[in-house]
């Protein structure tokens, strides 16, 4: 295969890349090493759509945050993706500390961040009534608001697809050859050839680039840990409640999600194996010590779920994007950690214009951009779901209880443009086995679904692909 | 809008056995609302023998006592919907249901009973660290891919938990070729039923660690092993005694919760220690004319008295929307020192039978007296050999000592060692 551009990595930043260049009448390959899309870093972290006060004036992550920031609930919208504006508040817990927000509200003020201001300790509490007493005030930050960062990544992909972009997945990038005019991209088993590659691995960024001899870049994964409670205690966080930030990054944040649970996390730790997303004990119960600051009446009795992102920290401490110094036709879009997911709309954007000064490329007049809006049988009224029903009798199923999910939704996700292939493929379009009993009740029956719906054996499907099997053989 | 006198939410002996006792009590026009296939409930994945000893003298597999009630439904023409979801219970009672053939139902009830059962804590429940790899599942799940779908989840396994679900569940790996390395329990003493420690484990020479949890998980895709280690009395790991176990099979059998969002979107009050609706002698919870049974109100160990207890329930509905039930006069119950709960958390006065109260102890007691005080003052005394957190005790109170008592007054068991 031929193809003009590939993507490597079906990230949120990827496939955003994807989707912006599925505008133009090119051959585009997004190139992802696991099942599916969302696999890495964009299925992991705080989901939050930051001001963008927080990165220095006149850095590319400055920049990109505030306008991907500005693009983000449009985006949302056309891509039925999940967004709250719901602004986010740093609590300052000293004297000291407003100081700090004052500096922060001056530098979002230069970042060109709207709306920015200082609550004293009354109006804050007023604001967020959970918030402790030790809290002196906060810095206010309207234009922050919560995004489902999976489903935004996985609805660019799909709509990329639908735009003619192919999604390959199961591809592990592990050479890249060049003759002088175009790549050879290859898993070591098969290969496709390219005129143009985009960087976006993520936490591999690195390797990637190594692979055309390009060293230039050095990522270290910094571990971020996380716990999900029940969303009988989301309305504990009105807004998003970040402590003021250090070296490390951003602190513990309290914060709902976009689909009413409460998150607190991340911690901040440098590790050494990408691939380490396991959680700890320790973490877990710092995290819970340090959330507890901000709002005093956390417990983890209603954690239903820990987990943990990577961010691709990068000593350069800013985005690197730009063509690679070995190679024109080879762009790095790496180094994106936080807020890479708030910056990936601009990211993407900025990348097709880098692009466009390259390749010459016409847009599509048929270019579609959006995609079919999912079904949520939970957010419908009795009247739609009677109408829907009607229409087709799978809706009538529920087959996820606790967040009523039905059959008819899990159909739509695997049948998709680049659908789901296993369970927590389903999970993450349907919201099937996130809810409080974390697939207990459902999980055999997604995966029997998947089994019929692929044609395949139950003990085929797996919960996220490669040896992650569920069933061995059958009873004696 | 459909209309029916009582509709029954869940179609497990709990349902069944309620629907019966109320068409047995002279009402005839009563639904059963089923979310899985067939009638049933979780007893269909039970293919063990251990039910119906109490009830029917005799040691049946879970199938075949829930067989004798499908059959009587069948018989007294009790009509059911199976494959239909409940959705919402109104102030008004108003069931909202879903199917494929329905589509959205909408039916108006006089009496409403809740027998939807418990489900099992998950995993997030207990934040055990590691990663999310495959191999994880609770007990319940494990037991449904073996004995309805036919495959094995594992082929070495660790259970976190003693329950009887993971007890019932080492046997049935084993017997099917796996390794059941070991079961963990947290806690100093085990929550499953003695017979099946005796059955399970110890005649599969399977060994019980108490005091004992699984603190990491171990594995990317699938899992490759756990770190046990042993905690102190105050549940905390103790740091040294971890062990590294490996196993390709985590399996959960850390407790059941009860299946109660219906009833707590409707805003009937709950009981924080059962996780079931506080509920009166006739298991009606504090929305009149909405009654709860079996394990939705609290878990059970036997089915036999998940039975008994929802034919009181449909008895009670019955009585309701024949217009039999006259207004109330209540004294609560109180478990204290070493009681943890007792089911029904309110009894009528004015009631003509006797009443038995349900409870369960939050240890295990040798040779300790169970006291049962009415304001204070000693009104029933008897020694047991032996209590235990698994298994559920009762005590009678005579409709002569409960026609004794006044409105307001406060009934309390106690276990005095
Ligand atoms: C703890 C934490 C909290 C965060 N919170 C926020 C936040 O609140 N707001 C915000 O804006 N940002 C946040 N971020 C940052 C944001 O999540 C990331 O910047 C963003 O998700 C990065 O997306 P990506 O597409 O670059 O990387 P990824 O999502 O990691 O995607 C890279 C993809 O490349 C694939 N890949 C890797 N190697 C290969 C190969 N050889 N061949 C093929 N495919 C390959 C991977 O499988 C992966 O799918 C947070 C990050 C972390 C870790
Ligand atoms: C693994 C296991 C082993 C056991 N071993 C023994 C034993 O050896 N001996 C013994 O005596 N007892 C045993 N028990 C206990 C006994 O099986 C239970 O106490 C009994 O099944 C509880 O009955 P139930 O009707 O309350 O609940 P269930 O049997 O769980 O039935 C509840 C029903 O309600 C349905 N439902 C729930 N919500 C809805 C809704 N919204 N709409 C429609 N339908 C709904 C469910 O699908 C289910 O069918 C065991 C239990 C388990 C789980």
Request: with cysteine; charged share 25%; proline share 4%.
């Amino acid at each position: 295969m031929n193809y003009d551009v590939a993507v490597i990595g079906a990230g949120v930043v990827g496939s955003l890349i994807a989707r912006e260049l599925s505008r133009y009448n090119i051959k585009i390959a997004l190139v992802e090493k696991c099942s599916d899309m969302a696999m890495g870093t964009s299925k992991a972290n705080s989901a939050i759509v930051h001001a963008g006060f927080d990165a220095k004036p006149g850095t590319l992550k400055a920049k990109l945050n505030v306008k991907g920031t500005e693009l983000m609930p449009e985006l949302c919208k056309t891509l039925f993706v999940p967004f709250k504006p719901i602004g986010s508040l740093v609590v300052a817990f000293s004297d000291e500390e407003m100081e700090t927000i004052k500096e922060l509200l001056n530098r979002g003020v230069e970042n060109g961040v709207p709306g920015l201001e200082i609550y004293d300790k009354a109006k804050l509490r007023e604001e967020e009534p959970t918030i402790s007493d030790e809290a002196k005030g906060a810095l206010w930050a309207p234009s922050a608001g919560i995004v489902c960062p999976y489903e935004l990544t996985i609805a660019a992909a799909e709509n990329a697809v639908m735009n003619g972009a192919e999604f390959i997945r199961n591809f592990e990038v592990k050479k890249i050859d060049f003759n002088g005019k175009e790549f050879t991209i290859s898993n070591g088993e098969t290969s496709f050839n390219t005129k143009y590659v985009i960087n976006a691995a993520g936490v591999f960024c690195d390797e990637i680039a190594a692979l055309i001899g390009d060293n230039s870049i050095h990522t270290v994964p910094r571990k971020g840990e996380y716990m999900l409670c029940d969303k009988s205690i989301g309305y504990l966080a009105k807004h998003t409640i970040f402590q003021c930030p250090s070296k490390m990054g951003k602190g513990i944040l309290v914060t709902p999600t976009v689909d009413g649970n409460l998150l607190i996390g991340p911690s901040a730790l440098d590790i050494e194996d990408k691939t380490d997303v396991a959680t700890t004990s320790e973490a877990l119960a710092d995290i819970l010590e340090i959330a507890k600051k901000s709002v005093p009446c956390l417990n983890t009795r209603e954690v239903i779920t820990s987990f943990a992102g990577l961010r691709a920290h990068c000593d350069k401490d800013d985005f690197i994007i730009e063509p690679s110094e070995k190679n024109e036709q080879f762009i790095n879009a790496a180094g994106i950690e936080s807020p890479g997911l708030s910056s990936a709309p601009a990211i993407a954007v900025y990348v097709k214009d880098m692009l466009l000064e390259k390749l010459n490329a016409e847009e599509k007049a048929d270019f579609i951009p959006s995609r079919k809006e999912p079904v949520r049988f939970r957010h419908m009224s009795n009247e739609e779901r009677k109408a829907l029903i009607e229409k087709n009798p799978a809706y009538g199923r529920i087959i996820c209880r606790c967040e009523t999910i039905t059959e008819g939704e899990i159909l739509d996700a695997i049948h998709a443009p680049a659908g789901a292939r296993d369970v927590d493929g389903v999970k993450r379009r349907t919201r099937a086995g996130m809810g409080r009993c974390q697939g207990g009740f459902c999980g055999s029956k997604v995966v029997e679904i998947l089994a019929r719906e692929l044609g395949v054996e139950l003990n085929e499907i797996t919960k996220c692909g490669g040896s992650s099997k569920i069933l061995y053989e059958r009873t004696k | 809008m459909l209309n029916y006198d009582i509709v029954v939410i869940g179609g497990g002996p709990a349902g069944m056995a309620a629907a019966l006792k109320a068409k047995e009590c002279g009402v005839d026009s009563i639904l059963i609302l089923e979310r899985a296939e067939t009638l049933g409930g979780i007893l269909e994945q039970c293919i063990h023998t251990g039910f119906g000893l109490h009830y029917f003298g005799e040691e049946l597999s879970g199938p075949e006592y829930a067989d004798r009630f499908i059959q009587l439904v069948n018989e007294k023409k009790i009509e059911y919907k199976v494959d239909t979801m409940a959705l919402q219970i109104t102030e008004s009672n108003v069931v909202y249901a879903v199917n494929k053939e329905d589509g959205l139902l909408e039916i108006q009830a006089k009496a409403v009973i809740l027998a939807m059962g418990c489900r099992e804590r998950p995993r997030g429940a207990l934040n055990i660290a590691g990663t999310r790899a495959a191999g994880v599942m609770s007990a319940g799940t494990a037991q449904k891919y073996v004995n309805i779908d036919g495959y094995m989840p594992g082929k070495k396994v660790v259970i976190l938990g003693s329950g009887d679900i993971g007890l019932i569940m080492a046997r049935r790996m084993t017997l099917e070729g796996a390794e059941v390395k070991v079961v963990c329990e947290l806690m100093p003493y085990s929550s499953g039923l003695t017979r099946n420690i005796v059955q399970c484990l110890d005649d599969f020479g399977i060994p019980l660690r108490l005091s004992c949890t699984v603190v990491e998980i171990h594995g990317k895709d699938r899992v490759e092993g756990v770190t046990i280690a042993n905690v102190d009395e105050k549940l905390r790991p103790i740091k040294g005694t971890e062990q590294y176990i490996e196993c390709d099979t985590l399996l959960l059998s850390v407790g059941l919760i009860p299946e109660n969002e219906l009833t707590r979107e409707v805003g009937i009050e709950l009981d924080p220690v059962t996780k079931g609706a506080v509920v009166d002698e006739f298991r009606e919870t504090s929305h009149k004319g909405v009654f709860a049974c079996g394990n939705v109100l609290h878990v059970h160990d036997l089915v036999d008295y998940v039975t008994l207890e929802s034919q009181t329930a449909g008895e009670g509905a019955a009585k309701y929307v024949l217009g039999k039930k006259d207004a109330p006069e209540y004294i609560t119950t109180k478990g204290v020192n070493g009681v943890r709960y007792i089911v029904p958390q309110k009894v009528n006065i004015k009631n003509d039978d006797d009443v038995k109260l349900y409870f369960r102890v939050g240890q295990t007691y040798k040779n300790a007296k169970v006291v049962v005080k009415y304001n204070g003052n000693e009104i029933i005394s008897k020694k047991r050999p032996r209590l235990a957190p698994g298994e559920m005790e009762n005590v009678v109170i005579k409709n002569d000592i409960l026609k004794s008592f006044a409105a307001d007054g406060v009934i309390e068991i106690s276990v005095e060692a």
